[in-house]
């Protein structure tokens, strides 16, 4: 009451009529103040910590996780933070061709468009990528779950060759050994369509789906990830040697990606917690 009268009224005339001293409201302001200073010094340093642990973090997703630490916060706000604090800025290169379709073996049809993801292994997304080196490139293949988007089979190699593929997809399928008839969809690569990558994936009970010629979207969920891993950690990265890239991308992938990062399509939780869950529907999220 009397910081809303006092421009209206003397300070000491207002203590006197609520039966308080001078001093003691002087003091109180201080105090207040010094509250409101240390919150807004803890949220910025809170937004920082967010933003450099996840670098392509956008103000919204630095928002749920706000909310996720107990720290309930507007997202304008956060977006103010993050501008006043240049933490909105990301290094991006640009990709090369990974794949080569310019082949003679049989190609699949899309199974994959248009269908409705309610489970999990009901449909698979494999993918590779390139990884550059001072003085060369490594390949990455990864499997990933469309439903929580947990990458479940991973693989890098020096050679960009059907083993490459394999590796990763004998990973997935020691991970989760899926029912017959789940889909395994990929681009038309001649690493995804050789004889021996066609075989583990008949032997496994998988529908084969492909995405259609020069047309990378068809497999977004893949190109999604790969995106995710250049932007926050190829690309902030300088590795010397081909044993320093996989030890530290696959850190990122096991450690980060599938257990910390949150994921808006999953309703901001990380792939395994979404999968931890027995109730998927209770969350509120449907992704098809």
């Avoid at 201080?30 to 910590?49: I, N, P, Q, W």
């Avoid at 017959?180 to 681009?187: E, G, K, L």
Wanted: hydrophobic share 40%; glycine share 6%; aromatic share 10%.
């Amino acid at each position: 009451m009397i910081s809303q009268f006092r421009e209206h009224m003397p300070v000491t005339r207002l203590c006197d009529l609520v039966g308080a001293s001078k001093s003691w409201y002087y003091d109180s302001r201080r105090k207040t103040g010094s509250v409101v200073c240390s919150e807004v010094v803890l949220l910025r340093d809170a937004v920082e910590e967010i933003a450099l642990e996840f670098p392509g973090y956008g103000y919204r997703r630095v928002t749920k996780a706000l909310a996720r630490d107990g720290m309930v916060v507007n997202h304008k706000r956060v977006l103010r933070i993050m501008r006043e604090e240049s933490l909105l800025c990301h290094l991006r290169r640009r990709w090369i061709v990974t794949t080569d379709s310019q082949h003679t073996k049989r190609v699949y049809p899309n199974l994959a468009k248009g269908m409705c993801v309610t489970g999990l292994n009901q449909l698979w997304v494999a993918d590779i990528t390139y990884v550059r080196l001072p003085r060369a490139f490594v390949y990455l293949a990864c499997v990933l779950d469309a439903r929580s988007r947990k990458v479940i089979g991973w693989s890098m190699s020096e050679a960009i060759d059907t083993m490459l593929a394999l590796r990763a997809l004998w990973m997935a399928l020691n991970d989760r050994n899926p029912s017959p008839s789940w889909v395994h969809h990929s681009d038309r690569g001649v690493q995804y369509a050789s004889e021996d990558y066609i075989q583990a994936l008949a032997e496994s009970g998988a529908r084969i789906s492909m995405s259609g010629k020069g047309n990378p979207y068809d497999n977004a969920f893949a190109e999604a990830f790969f995106r995710t891993l250049k932007v926050e950690q190829v690309n902030l990265n300088d590795y010397g040697s081909y044993q320093e890239a996989v030890d530290s991308i696959g850190e990122f992938i096991e450690a980060v990606y599938n257990r910390k990062r949150l994921h808006s399509s999953i309703g901001y939780v990380p792939p395994e917690e979404f999968e931890e869950h027995t109730d998927l529907e209770s969350m509120g999220v449907i992704p098809c």
